[in-house]
């Protein structure tokens, strides 16, 4: 018996060693590219993010209704506002210059849903904030906060893009009842744009996540590209109208599914898309960046793995739109700090992360 068990540790030994060195001469390129700007603490889920074009990142927390902003440059980080009873702050897209957008609602941590009754999108104006800096001239900084519409039957409303033609109409994704939602700043009005079958969530999955992160290229105005969380095909592009964003012609699909989904939270949750056809798609709690050619659907992971802490967590990203950024190709990637499968790689507080992709 006891010989046994030790020829059992001895194998276990000997698998664990040539798993270490595989990953160690494996590890993808960007592990040793990525680094911390700023770590909130413990139990704080970062859900998403607008790098601002004065270098300074605005993130959204899930487990608060809160939006922070955080300088890179000084590695410190201040909340710009919480808004009212609700639990969580998620989708967030810079729709005008200074003015942002925000979809705010109740999504619970414990049970991965979202609370119908509870979603609106809201209106952040960081015009007056931008002037007056409390520290240094005794004056409160002033965000003017808006809402701009309820939306009422939203399960769990997650993404949130504007659409580049007409940028004061908003696309925002409905992750629990699988659609995506055209909403305009101005009148608040709203209605179903999408609601094909690639966004619904997997019935077969313990969890309502279809749909997640969206995204319009401005280079081509008659397309939203959407991931799907715990349903293939992950990334599809959807032919829309380019001005009220309704879907004109059917899913074409770019990647069906990938190698390395772990468990059923699935591959995909945010990405991004850079100006070379590439889309940098963060997949929590797989703990894996990963890169998608859109011509291609190639695929090719970047940073982390499924027990590493690298980049645990992560849950959306953006490229910076500062002048240091956009020359570094700097991508920016917020985290839950591995909260959503602690068990994989530990649980630190959410993370904003930096990826210099020029240097991959
Ligand atoms: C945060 O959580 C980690 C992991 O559980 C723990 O080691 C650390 O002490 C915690 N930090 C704080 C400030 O509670
Ligand atoms: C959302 O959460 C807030 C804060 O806990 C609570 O006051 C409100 O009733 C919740 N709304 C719904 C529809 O669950
Ligand atoms: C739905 O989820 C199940 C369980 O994870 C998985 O086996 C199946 O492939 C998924 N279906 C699609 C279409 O992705």
């Known amino acids: 018996m006891r010989f046994q068990s030790a020829l059992v540790m001895l194998s276990i030994a000997r698998i664990s060693a040539s798993a270490l060195s595989f990953a160690r001469s494996s590890a993808p390129p960007g ?33 608060k209704p809160e939006v922070w902003e955080i300088d890179p440059a000084t590695h410190t ?4 506002y919480e808004f009212p009873n609700a639990l969580s ?9 200074n003015m942002f957008a925000v979809n705010v609602g109740n999504w619970s941590t414990t049970t991965f849903a979202g609370a119908v009754g509870s979603w609106g999108v809201w209106n952040l104006d960081l015009q007056a904030w931008d002037k007056c800096d409390g520290l240094r001239g005794g004056v409160d900084r002033r965000v003017t906060v808006s809402k701009i519409a309820e939306v009422p039957e939203a399960i769990f409303l997650n993404g949130l893009t ?18 995506i939602y ?8 709203y ?18 996540l279809g749909v997640n992160g969206i995204n319009v290229r401005p280079s081509e105005p ?6 799907n969380s715990l349903k293939r095909p992950r990334l599809v592009r959807i032919p829309i109208d380019p001005i009220n964003g309704g879907q004109t012609r059917p899913v074409e699909v770019i990647v069906d599914d990938v190698p390395f ?16 056809g590439y889309a940098w798609i963060t997949s929590d709690p797989t703990n894996i960046l990963w890169r998608a050619s859109l011509s291609t659907g190639d695929i090719k992971v970047i940073a982390g793995s499924t027990n590493s802490p690298v980049v645990a967590g992560l849950t959306s990203c953006r490229f910076g739109s500062g002048e240091a950024d956009v020359r570094a190709g700097r991508l920016y990637i917020v985290t839950n700090g591995g909260m959503a499968d602690p068990a994989a790689a530990g649980v630190v507080g959410g993370r904003l992360i930096s990826l210099d992709t020029s240097e991959l």
């Open 222 to 227: 008659g397309y939203i590209y959407p991931v």
């Open 261 to 276: 989904e772990t468990n059923l939270y699935g591959a995909a949750d945010d990405f991004a898309l850079d100006n070379s």
């Open 31 to 63: 592990d040793a590219l990525v680094q911390t700007v700023y770590q909130f603490p413990n139990n704080t889920w970062a859900e998403n993010l607008a790098p601002r074009a004065n270098g300074k990142v605005l993130v959204t927390l899930i487990t």
């Open 89 to 97: 702050a998620c989708g967030i897209v810079e729709y005008a210059p």
């Open 77 to 80: 980080a201040e909340l710009v």
């Open 182 to 189: 055209s909403l305009d700043v101005n009148s608040g009005l």
């Open 162 to 179: 504007s659409l580049p033609r007409t940028p004061t109409t908003l696309m925002a994704a409905d992750s629990g009842a699988g659609k």
């Open 191 to 208: 209605h179903t744009a999408i609601a094909d079958a690639a966004l619904k969530s997997n019935a077969s999955s313990p969890f309502e």
